[in-house]
């Protein structure tokens, strides 16, 4: 007797991703998809999203900076003393500010609104939206 192969069909077999939402201050939106676990950076710089992430999600270079609406701050683990002294370096950073290495997504984050803030933007060379 041949062994029985089970082919599901169904649209639930097609895995959904998660979504970001990212706006730079031009403008320009980007839709990276998202996975529990991974950290907002490395989901960013994966999609080839023009953030510089200079130290590679030590939290210590603070080029990773983004400002998250108000909307969305509950969802979020409320900084640590680490992240907070380093968003203080920042020129201009206020209360919506992170740092998207500090981030790690969850469920409940599908969709999350970020902008990334110029002083964390890699200059524009051939980058895409998307
Ligand atoms: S990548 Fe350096 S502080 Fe986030």
Same mark, same amino acid.
């Given at each position: 007797m041949a062994p029985s192969v089970h082919i599901q069909t169904s649209a639930a077999a097609v895995p959904e991703f998660m979504r970001l939402n990212v706006n730079l201050t031009d403008g320009t939106r980007f839709h990276p998809e998202a996975a529990a676990g991974f950290r907002v950076m490395e989901l960013m710089r994966a999609y080839g999203? *023009? /953030?510089?992430a200079e130290c590679g999600g030590?939290?210590?270079?603070?080029?990773?900076h983004v400002r998250v609406p108000s909307a969305w701050q509950h969802l979020l683990p409320p900084p640590s003393d680490e992240e907070l002294a380093k968003l203080d370096? /920042? *020129?201009?950073?206020? #209360?919506h500010s992170r740092l998207a290495c500090q981030l790690v997504m969850t469920d #409940?984050?599908?969709?999350l609104e970020l902008e990334l803030q110029p002083d964390s933007l890699i200059p524009q060379t051939n980058w895409v939206a998307g």
């Open positions: 999203l *023009p /953030i510089k030590a939290g210590v270079c603070a080029t990773c370096e /920042i *020129p201009g950073a206020d #209360d #409940d984050l599908d969709g």
